[in-house]
C-alpha cells in the first residue's frame, strides 16, 4: 500500500505532527483522524468542531473533501494545516 508522509500543523498550538497517510483515504478521513488525535495530543490548544477542513500550508488552497491522498501529488513532508 502506498503512502504519503505529511505534517499537520496546529498553528494555534505552535506544534506540528508527521504521519503516515494511505494513498486509498480521502480528504475527509484524514481530516477526521487528524483532529482525533490533535484532540487527545492537544486538549488545551485544539477543541474539535463538527467539520474540519485541510489545507496546504504554502498556498492556503483548501483539499477538497471527497478527493483521495492519492490524486494530489504530494511529496514526503507537504505541510498541511487542519482548521
Known amino acids: 500500500m502506498k503512502k504519503a508522509f505529511l505534517c499537520f500543523h496546529l498553528p494555534i498550538a505552535n ?3 508527521d504521519l503516515w ?9 484524514v481530516a ?3 483532529q ?3 484532540q ?4 488545551r ?16 488552497e483548501e483539499l477538497e473533501a471527497n478527493k483521495y491522498i492519492g490524486e494530489f501529488e504530494f511529496i514526503d513532508g507537504t505541510e498541511l494545516i487542519l482548521a
Open 15 to 17: 506544534k506540528s505532527f
Open 21 to 29: 497517510i494511505p494513498n486509498d483515504m480521502s480528504v475527509h478521513e
Open 32 to 34: 477526521r483522524l487528524a
Open 36 to 38: 482525533k488525535m490533535l
Open 40 to 43: 487527545e495530543q492537544e486538549s
Open 45 to 60: 490548544f485544539y477543541l474539535a468542531g463538527n467539520t474540519t477542513s485541510l489545507y496546504l500550508k504554502d498556498s492556503g
